[in-house]
């Protein structure tokens, strides 16, 4: 409720005209029948039909305002509500952008998108009905209560005794709906999980004709689904008959004993009309009141989910220290460095790593898989914090700058080369958004990229669809690696960028970088020695642990690990 609460208070003034809209519609709703018991009591049964014609029209008039008031509500509660979803789903993007890597994984992707879509959207549902009935119905409630007891005293007490009935089903709706409401949404991100595995992973499962594994995981996720709806449903089901039900039970009550009063000359026929009118409007609105209660552990469960995510500290902080930019040209030393991912603290994936890598060398990391190359480079840009050690950049520790400095300092190319949807030259501008067109065409030049680009009829304008399905692996990589070229960072890593390379385009490129790269620091993560033989200093990796550091030359004869991996890829002579 707080988080609902807090957006419905941003938009006030809007919040005062639904108030009065629905203010407005309960006066002219209750006020027909008091309107009609005056024309049938007072009008028709004296045969006064000037009275009947004053009554009529201004029977009209409140029509025509309440038709007003009515439309003024839903346009209002309409707008009101499209406003503060749209508030909450830009916060929880605000609040995703800033979470560190380690949150991601232990709230899961899909339960990231299932939050900012499906949740808000139960948010919204609940509000629309809180807007829409949840300000007339209390209102209608008491005025018609209120009515009620001046009509007929007597009749009164056939409504209030239905009135405990109504609330103990309602609190019992509303218990049993919470855990029902939280099951069905952690059911709705496990669809999303497999769904989303399934289109991004389509060639894999083609590839292993696992079509119909795949059919079977996702009935099972989308059975426990509808069996957690239906159970939901059903409740909700159940409601609406019992009231009605039990709103038979009183009008025939009602009818039955009025009929007896006016007998006894007690009650007027108009009156009687009225009150059944009355008793319409009090239980309904109460009904309708209490399909917002059943709505609401629903909605609160989806709200609850959402404060989550808005309300998590991001492990990684911004540094709060002035950093001069342009005192800095980018020497990254490592002392001590030790890491162990979030939940598996026993196992260190780094181990007490120390190195220094100045402007204008060539850093390269190799190593068995899961040796850590990958982590150890993903610690500069602070995706995750060291657990032990600092890592210094310019002398100053990575976590004392503020992120975006830091990381405008790093031309990062991830392993996994991400493009994103939209063009060539919009992707480069992910890297400088100030890009100019030469300045695109020199690093397409510099990454290998141009030959293939200039096949493209749009060339820089050629659209890239989602994920960059529509170029190939070594493409996509070229473009990334442009994509950091063209920011002209001070360290630039490249993790495994190359591997998608042919021999050919991975040695020019390298010759070009080195061209470009000769003021800057520059990691290079790598499985293939002929991508790494010729940088100034190679870090070999095992466990997490540095087992050789040298030249290619010197860990050849010094590193048996490095001489193993060289040896299985290169020929005698270009070991001798
Ligand atoms: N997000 C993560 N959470 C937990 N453990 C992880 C995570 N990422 C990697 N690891 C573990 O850390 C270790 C090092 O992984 P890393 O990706 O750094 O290795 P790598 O040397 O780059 O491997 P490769 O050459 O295959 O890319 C592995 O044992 C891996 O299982």
């Known amino acids: 409720m ?67 008031l009515y439309l003024g509500l839903a346009v209002v509660g309409a707008r009101l509500n499209t406003r503060l979803v749209r508030d909450m789903r830009t916060d929880m993007m605000d609040s995703i952008q800033d979470l560190s890597h380690q949150e991601y994984e232990k709230l899961g992707i899909s339960s990231l998108i299932t939050r900012i879509t499906n949740d808000a959207y139960q948010v919204m549902l609940f509000m629309g009905m809180i807007l829409r009935i949840g300000f007339i119905t209390p209102i209608m409630f008491i005025f018609s209560l209120f009515m009620i007891v001046r009509t007929s005293p007597s009749l009164t007490y056939f409504v209030l005794g239905a009135l405990p009935f109504l609330l103990g089903g309602i609190i019992l709706i509303g218990k049993k709906s919470g855990p029902l409401s939280s099951k069905q949404q952690s059911n709705l991100d496990n669809i999303n999980m497999i769904l989303r595995e399934n289109l991004t992973g389509l060639r894999v499962i083609r590839a ?5 594994f795949e059919e079977k995981r996702f009935d099972k996720v989308n059975t426990d689904y509808s069996e957690s709806s239906k159970k939901l449903f059903k409740l909700m089901a159940v409601a609406q008959p019992a009231f009605f039900f039990l709103f038979n039970i009183v009008i025939v009550l009602v009818i039955w004993f009025g009929i ?42 989806s709200a609850g989910r959402i404060q989550e995510v808005l309300d998590i500290e991001p492990a990684i902080k911004d540094g709060t220290m002035e950093i001069d930019e342009a005192a800095t040209n980018g020497v990254l030393e490592f002392n001590n460095v030790c890491f162990a991912y979030p939940g598996e603290s026993e196992s260190p994936v780094i181990r007490d790593i120390s ?66 949807s939209g063009t060539i030259a919009e992707n480069l501008k992910y890297g400088k958004s100030d890009a100019t067109e030469a300045e695109m065409l020199e690093a397409l030049d510099i990454a290998q990229a141009t030959e293939f680009i200039s096949q493209k009829e749009l060339g820089l304008e050629e659209p890239i669809s989602e994920g960059g399905s529509n170029f190939s692996g070594g493409q996509k990589q070229r473009l990334a690696i442009a994509r950091a070229l063209i920011r002209k960072p001070a360290i630039y890593v490249f993790d495994d960028s190359f591997s998608a390379l042919d021999y050919k385009t991975d040695a020019t490129l390298r010759k070009r970088l080195k061209k470009e790269t000769t003021q800057s620091t520059v990691l290079i993560v790598a499985q293939r020695v002929s991508t790494i033989m010729h940088a100034d200093k190679i870090i070999v990796l095992n466990e997490g642990n540095v087992v050789g550091t040298g030249t290619h030359r010197e860990l050849l004869q010094s590193c048996s690990i490095y001489y193993d991996i060289a040896s299985s890829q290169l020929t005698e002579e270009e070991l001798a």
């Open 355 to 420: 190195f220094t890598a100045n402007p204008g060398e060539t850093v390269a990391f190799i190593g068995s898989t899961g040796s850590g190359k990958s982590t150890l480079v993903q610690l500069i840009p602070r995706f995750y914090d060291v657990t032990r050690g600092e890592i210094k950049i310019d002398g100053f520790d990575v976590r004392d700058y503020p992120l975006k400095t830091l990381r405008e300092k790093i031309g990062y190319i991830p392993q996994k080369a991400l493009l994103f």
């Open 2 to 68: 707080k988080t609902m609460w807090h957006y419905v208070m941003k938009q006030k003034s809007m919040l005062v005209l639904n108030l009065v809209c629905a203010f407005g519609f309960v006066i002219i709703e209750l006020g027909l029948p008091t309107l009609l018991a005056k024309m049938l009591d007072q009008g028709v049964a004296k045969n006064d039909f000037d009275y009947v014609k004053q009554i009529g029209l201004i029977m009209i008039a409140t029509i025509l305002v309440g038709i007003v």
């Open 208 to 212: 292993f004709v696992n079509e119909k």
């Open 260 to 301: 007896v009063q006016i007998d006894n000359s007690q009650l007027e026929i108009g009156n009687l009309i009225a009150f059944i009118e009355y008793i319409f409007h009090a239980l309904f609105s109460f009904m309708l009141f209490s399909t917002v209660f059943m709505m609401y552990p629903r909605a609160a469960v």
